[in-house]
């Protein structure tokens, strides 16, 4: 449904920015969108979400300041600048469409992509 891209590594300090595009055929133009991420051994935790307009955003406590949700929904792409990245932001990204509400858990997100992997070296 959806792909990511634009993980690596990076030291700290240093900046991302990750991508997530429908595939062909597909539009989440009219859907909420949002970024979790799974550190290794730990739970998917919701990192930020973006209304379909994208007038309306929310960040999870630990990224507000440094990560930046946004949309181009003529591309059908969302994106997440991630400034000041820090060890701690080690992890599998995966961004996810069509929230029921409560976006702050998984189980209420319909579409997930694949993830990208976020290492940053200390």
């Known amino acids: 449904q959806m792909v990511e891209y634009g993980g690596g590594l990076v030291q700290a300090g240093g900046s991302l920015r990750l991508s997530c595009a429908a595939a062909?055929?597909?539009?989440?133009?009219?859907?909420?969108m949002g970024w979790f991420r799974r550190a290794p051994g730990r739970e998917r935790v919701f990192v930020a979400a973006?209304?379909?307009?994208?007038?309306?955003?929310s960040y999870d406590d630990s990224v507000k300041g440094r990560f930046t949700i946004s949309r181009d929904n003529a591309k059908n792409t969302i994106y997440l600048q991630m400034n000041n990245l820090e060890p701690g932001d080690t992890a599998v990204y995966y961004c996810?469409?069509?929230?029921?509400?409560?976006?702050?858990?998984?189980?209420?997100?319909?579409?997930w992509g694949q993830g990208t992997q976020v290492t940053v070296s200390s």
């Open positions: 996810a469409a069509d929230s029921a509400g409560g976006f702050n858990y998984v189980a209420n997100w319909r579409y």
């Open positions: 062909s055929g597909r539009t989440f133009s009219t859907y909420v």
């Open positions: 973006i209304s379909w307009g994208g007038g309306i955003t």
